[in-house]
């Protein structure tokens, strides 16, 4: 298994130009997650997903969108890109059953985004 | 609502030293608590993890933590720290029934030869 894998690895935006983030995971977790690193800060949750077509908010969702259209796919579209949005952005997974606590998350490796 | 504190963002030892980094939580009901280290460049990757039963949790690279309901506390600690440790160590919280994880902000281990 690949685990949770993500494109590309580093990319250089400007301002108000737009991108998507691609985020696979081949092992058929139906929870995904989008984070964002910045500096001192820990991660910050942007979008979750339960399940395919089902999308929600985490804690800091201005100036992204999500879909997932596959168990496998969630990628992350950033529309018109601000300097805000420098950050590190990590994709994530993990298996639930029903309404049990969420088991272990698997990362992938990273996109580094700088906007100028 | 659940939360997170790690004390200290920066930890520094000597190789060989004991480790120990602190995570506090906050809880309304019983939690699920998690270690995560994260490698210069890399994602994060769990080192171990409490869920129920026993209260000390022994994880990879020689790391274990300890649950104290009493104290709300899951402290990591390692008895000899190696060169290799260094990295960032996050401590999440995950509420019964809650599948969204809240992680602290990060300790940066520092370690010295």
């Known amino acids: 298994n690949a685990g949770v894998t993500q494109t590309p690895k580093f990319r250089i935006l400007k301002i108000g130009q737009s991108m998507t983030l691609q985020c696979t995971q081949d092992?058929?977790?139906?929870?995904m997650y989008w984070y964002r690193q910045d500096p001192g800060m820990g991660l910050k949750l942007i979008y979750y997903s339960v399940g395919a077509g089902i999308t929600d908010k985490g804690e800091v969702p201005n100036g992204y969108n999500v879909s997932r259209s596959t168990t496998e796919d969630f990628p992350l579209r950033l529309e018109l890109a601000a300097p805000s949005q420098t950050s590190v952005y990590f994709c994530a997974s993990s298996y639930s059953r029903g309404l049990a606590v969420q088991e272990t998350q698997y990362f992938g490796p990273g996109t580094r985004l700088l906007v100028l | 609502a659940q939360s997170v504190t790690q004390l200290g963002s920066h930890v520094s030892v000597s190789e060989g030293a004991l480790v120990l980094l602190r995570c506090n939580y906050s809880?309304?009901?019983?939690?699920?608590l998690f270690w995560y280290v994260q490698y210069p460049n890399q994602g994060l990757q769990l080192l171990l993890k409490y869920t129920t039963g026993a209260t000390l949790v022994k994880g990879i690279n020689g790391f274990e933590a300890e649950f104290k309901k009493s104290e709300t506390s899951f402290h990591l600690t390692k008895p000899s720290a190696h060169m290799s440790d260094a990295a960032e160590y996050f401590c999440?919280?995950?509420?019964?029934?809650?599948?969204?994880?809240?992680f602290g902000r990060g300790t940066s281990l520092i370690v010295h030869p």
């Open positions: 092992m058929n977790h139906n929870y």
């Open positions: 809880s309304s009901v019983p939690p699920y």
């Open positions: 999440a919280v995950s509420e019964g029934g809650s599948y969204i994880p809240t």
